[in-house]
């Protein structure tokens, strides 16, 4: 290998190295992604075509009940301070507007233009102290301690319910 | 010390300008904050009027229509839910519990609601909250009233007391109800919320109400039906306006919603309470943007007459700058003696406008409450309207340096000849 070409390397390298301490974030808190959430037998399952409407839901004899998804969440995060990116459907507001409780969903307009989110792509966060949100359209970074509800065939709890410690504006991972 | 007592001596002089411009200030300062206390009181009662509920469901119209009409009871409803259909989604394992609206009657201007007791058990607001009584309980017989707080005060309703409901929404209405009065039975306790200006009924009173009610007129007298006999008549509601959704797992609500919104049986709307709400503020975000910036430039309206006033009363005061000189005070204690004057009118005017925004909050809070159902607690200024109030302080402190620079300029020469 000549002078140059290792030179090279070695800037990449360096290089790399920044790169990947800039993107780690801080000790203790695993930054995870949505595909984390799922189960891992769950993951290769990816079905392009959109899940059809769920019209059963309420009874009325028409389409069997087609929801994709399904409620089995990932219990080797429980417990676990993980930062997760994602879209806040706000739920509670306390004193001075701040946001106390809210849904964080992996795509904006879960709760409108596109079916929902499964019970297991829907991470339920209550703030330790509100946090600003100064637009719902804006995606977020959330940091807290991901609780794990295990027992969930009986819907007693959330999949996922999250005790948020910190938000901050999602930052495109370029700048 | 000298130098503070002769520019107050010196402002009280010109006491007539000094307490125009301190006035010209305080109005200022009491519209900015104003404005400030009334939109985080705004902010405040939208965002704590509902909470605990999941969905909230309505004939289909748009997210925040359906949150005006049926929570704030700001408008009507364009058409009403079938009994069926609620009955089929508050009976859903999935669902915890519902709280039916029905609405389209009042009494004396005040809204009256049809509900059933669960709307005491689970109507939350301002977090936790839930409703209490002051007196009384809840209803318990189809001719019932439990009155909000401002209800009972403003009309001096006790328990016992017989209440007449008026069809549609005008205060004075001829469309009276008045053959089937109700009795007061509960007075709830103030909520800062809509909740205290309602009349609350069961709904089978509504359908009391209206069961000899056709095409918007009641029947012919021979034909009405007796407040006893409507009593053993069938009372289930033909309809409501809306209901709340408590589900028994939070994770469920995307799903619920989804399904009420294709419901293929009624054209239904299913909405988050909090979205909705913050779409609102959005959009009332942007008059209450709009009228901050109008208060701030009130403001700067006044410091610039206060601008005027000294730069003006500079002239007149070449006679007093020159004996000061005389009398041995240097430039830099002419520019201070400014510079305080500056100060003092801008403190003086900001108190000024504080004292006046606290006696406007005492006269006008009923009157807002009342009429726009904006709750605007009397507190001590909060530490972003101190900030503000600092703020202005310091922009006449700036502002002042103008006429301080030319006073300092002027007084090394100026003032100790006589110019024709």
């Known amino acids: ?175 | 010390m000298p130098i503070l007592h002769l520019s107050l001596r010196s402002l009280w002089n010109r006491r007539m300008t000094a307490s125009i411009t301190i006035a010209a200030i305080a109005v200022s300062v009491a519209l900015l904050l104003g404005v400030q206390m009334l939109r985080a009181a705004a902010k405040e009662g939208f965002t704590q009027t509902v909470s605990g509920a999941d969905l909230l469901v309505g004939a289909r119209t748009g997210p925040l229509n359906l949150l005006l009409y049926s929570i704030f009871r700001i408008g009507d409803a364009t058409a009403n839910v079938s009994w069926a259909s609620y009955r089929k989604i508050a009976t859903h394992p999935d669902v915890a519990w519902t709280i039916p609206i029905s609405l389209g009657d009042t009494h004396r201007g005040f809204r009256v609601l049809g509900t059933n007791n669960d709307y005491f058990a689970h109507y939350h607001f301002a977090g936790t909250q839930s409703l209490t009584f002051t007196a009384g309980g809840p209803m318990r017989d189809i001719y019932d009233a439990v009155l909000g707080a401002d209800v009972a005060r403003s009309l001096h309703y006790r328990l016992g007391d017989n209440i007449t409901l008026l069809h549609g929404l005008g205060a004075v209405s001829f469309a009276e109800h008045k053959d089937k009065p109700f009795r007061v039975v509960g007075i709830l306790g103030k909520t800062g919320t809509p909740v205290d200006r309602t009349v609350h009924v069961s709904l089978e009173g509504i359908s009391a109400m209206h069961i000899d009610w056709q095409s918007g007129v009641q029947a012919p007298p021979a034909l009405r039906v007796k407040a006893d006999e409507a009593r053993k008549r069938d009372l289930t509601p033909d309809s409501i306006t809306a209901f709340l959704v408590g589900m028994r797992s939070k994770v469920m609500t995307f799903t619920m919603q989804r399904a009420i919104n294709e419901y293929r049986q009624e054209p239904l709307l299913a909405v988050l309470p909090g979205v909705a709400r913050d779409q609102m503020w959005s959009l009332v975000g942007i008059a209450d943007t709009a009228l901050t910036v109008v208060a701030a430039f009130v403001v700067l309206a006044g410091l610039l007459g206060m601008l005027t006033s000294i730069l003006t009363s500079l002239n007149e005061r070449r006679r007093e700058m020159a004996i000061l000189r005389s009398v041995g005070a240097m430039p830099r204690h002419v520019f201070t003696l400014m510079l305080i004057e500056a100060g003092t009118l801008a403190i003086s005017g900001v108190f000024a406008g504080v004292f006046l925004t606290y006696i406007l909050l005492v006269v006008g809070r009923s009157v807002l409450a009342d009429r726009f159902g904006i709750y605007v607690p009397i507190a001590l200024p909060t530490l972003q309207e101190v900030e503000i109030l600092t703020a202005i302080v310091l922009a006449a402190l700036g502002i002042g340096l103008l006429p301080a620079a030319q006073a300092y300029r002027r007084t090394l020469s100026d003032g100790l000849q006589i110019r024709v």
Not at chain 1, 45 to 70: C, F, V
Not at chain 1, 140 to 154: N, P
């Open chain 1, 1 to 175: 290998m000549s002078m140059t070409a290792r030179l090279i390397a070695l800037a990449l390298s360096l290089l790399t190295a920044v790169a990947v301490a800039a993107a780690t974030p801080p000790k203790g808190v695993r930054q995870i992604d949505w595909q984390a959430l799922l189960p891992v037998a769950e993951r290769g399952s990816y079905n392009p075509s959109p899940p059809p409407p769920i019209h059963d839901y309420l009874g009325e004899g028409s389409m069997a009940a087609l929801q994709t998804g399904s409620y089995t969440p990932n219990p080797e995060l429980n417990g676990v301070r993980v930062k997760l990116p994602g879209f806040v459907v706000p739920l509670e507001r306390g004193k001075n507007g701040l946001i106390d409780e809210f849904f964080l969903v992996p795509y904006f307009g879960a709760c409108i233009h596109v079916p929902p989110p499964p019970p297991n792509q829907i991470v339920y966060v209550k703030m330790r102290a509100g946090a600003g949100l100064s637009s719902i359209e804006d995606a977020q970074w959330v940091t807290g301690i991901l609780h794990v509800a295990i027992k969930t065939s009986e819907l007693g709890a959330a999949a996922y319910t999250l005790e948020g410690e910190k938000m901050e504006p999602y930052q495109f991972a370029g700048h």
